[in-house]
């Protein structure tokens, strides 16, 4: 089975802007989209689905739904654009989510999950994904994400995404429940030897190229979450440590890689993009480089979002050019 490393779908954070990013850094890398609920792929503008992945490569769209029809007829949409997969969330914590009945919310109905994963089946070619945690509440025993799974996958579903650390809806927020509680990484290794015909992707604290060698030995494939957004430059060695034998592969210095999104943010804007969607994503890309600070400062506060874009990309390229040795 083919190893795979993805980077999560995350709200606020993956969208089509900071995939662009991404590819240029870590080509091989599998992206998605953040969550976007079933109804607003039904109902709203048909253009809405088209453009959140506009003239870049085929990535994963994440999906939020309870009802199957939707989800259905959601994926007849999705089909006619540029996705290559798509991925049900069972794994969302937030108020929001718990409100609209979706998200971890569904780990409690694995019957709901197994009648939208068959109409999924049965309405697109593309392939099917969930991603889920290990539990939620107090359905946290072993038995109880074995059920889930053993239900969803006889529905159809080959492909898990498990966050190793279970959902808790009430007392913590979505921020909080990333680290708490502490992942059991031992939970989904159980789960692949129980469900070894399955691919099963563990997610979960991803930081570093040693825990990706380490999970690769077990998973089918590693996903990683904040890490991307916190040093973006960290893709870039997921990218050089793991898919070497990439003939075609796109290698940047920080040098060329800025100026490459500083032409994209120019691009962008003449579309009626406003730059600080693309430049928020920015503002950690000289992490561990002399004038790290001054370039988050230059691009990423309040002051710089009221500059207009002219100014703004002049001080941008100012500050690399008397950097140039550095960022080579």
Known sequence: MEKRISVAPMMGQTDRHFRYMISLLAKDVRLYTPMIHADAIVYSDKNFIKNENHNQKAVGIQIAGSDPSIVSSAAKIIEQHNYNEINLNVGCPSARVQNCSVGATLMKEPQRVAIIIEQLKKTTNLPVSIKTRIGVDNED???????????????????????????????LNPKENRSIPRLNYERVEQLKNDFSDL??????????????????????????????????????????????????????????????????????????????LITRHMTQLLKGTPGAKQWRNLIGSDKSHKKDIDTLLLELSDFLSTRAEILV
């Open 199 to 276: 691919r099963i992707d563990i997610n979960g604290e991803v930081n570093s190229i040693e825990k990706i060698e380490n999970h690769l030995k077990i998973f089918d494939g590693v996903m990683i979450g904040r890490e991307a957004c916190k040093n973006p430059f960290f893709l870039a060695e997921v990218q050089d440590s793991f898919f070497k034998n990439s003939s075609d592969r796109l290698k940047l210095n920080k040098l060329d890689f800025v100026e490459k999104m500083i032409e994209y943010v120019k691009n962008e804007v003449k579309q009626g993009v406003s730059a600080h």
């Open 141 to 171: 025993s072993y038995q109880f994400l074995y059920d889930f799974v053993k239900q969803t996958s006889s529905a159809g579903c080959e492909h898990f995404i498990v966050h190793a650390r279970k959902a808790i809806l009430k007392g």
